[in-house]
């Protein structure tokens, strides 16, 4: 797709001293220059003894869910995009999440790159630390969801055993898997981070699409092409899609407050 097509569709002190004139006070029969041998000691105060508290303290994990969230407006959802490097999946995210937002709609996006940056420095791109990876993004997404916050989750999450884990750990009802079908060759023309340059290259062998599969969700998930529309269409798609969930169709959640 030329460049000026993609730019249109929107993608892209002192001690102290004695007194040398001792001072008398009333009601004291010696000040503390002069007092000398008439000074008594007070009386030992009692030993002092904390109160015991009896009460137990619940942690926040223990109690019960309409305790726990009752102040979130209702137990929100995950929408989770998956498909090649450079599919688009980043630039929508952030779009549906500005979108969210403008709503008053509680929401955060968690992207693959970002996240590798901080929470999942630590893993490589082999398929166990890809699995990893999404395991970990998971729990952050539901830990969102309970607190009433739609996580965006971009991912390119290859392999579909480790996005079934994902919706164990998120929960059916709560995972909206999208899959953000651009063609591989469109992908391979934007390359936004020269990762396809570099795996034509040799130098990246675990690359998804060039040297390793990826395995499409089923035929029921929500299909998008970006080579077909803009970003704005395709978030559309998407929130129409959801827009069924009881967290968007109830009060909204106004985040500006």
Known sequence: MPATAMARQGWSSRP???????TRFPNCTACPDTAGSERTTPPALPAFRPPIMH????????????QRFA?????????????????????????MGHRLQQQGRAC?????DVLRE?????????????????????HVARILNEAGVIAIVALVSPYRADRQLA?????????????????????????PKGLY???????????????DPYEPPPEDALRIDTSRHDVSTCANRILEAVSAHPCMNGSQ???RR
């Open 253 to 255: 959640h106004d985040v």
């Open 71 to 95: 102040r979130a407006p209702s137990e929100a959802f995950t929408i989770w995009m998956t498909g090649l490097s450079g599919a688009g999946k980043s630039t929508l995210a952030r779009h």
């Open 16 to 22: 102290p001293t004695r007194s040398a004139s001792p």
């Open 55 to 66: 009460a137990s303290i619940p942690e926040p994990q223990s109690l019960p869910d309409t």
């Open 167 to 191: 919706r164990e750990i998120i929960g059916a009802d709560a995972m909206h898997e999208v899959w953000v079908c651009t063609p591989l060759q469109v992908c391979q023309a934007r390359d």
């Open 197 to 211: 340059r570099r795996a034509n290259a040799g130098l990246l062998p675990a690359m998804t699409g060039v040297a």
């Open 118 to 138: 901080g929470l999942s420095s630590d893993l490589g791109f082999c398929r166990e630390d890809r699995r990893e990876q999404v395991r970990r993004v998971a």
């Open 108 to 112: 955060y996006v968690l992207d693959g």
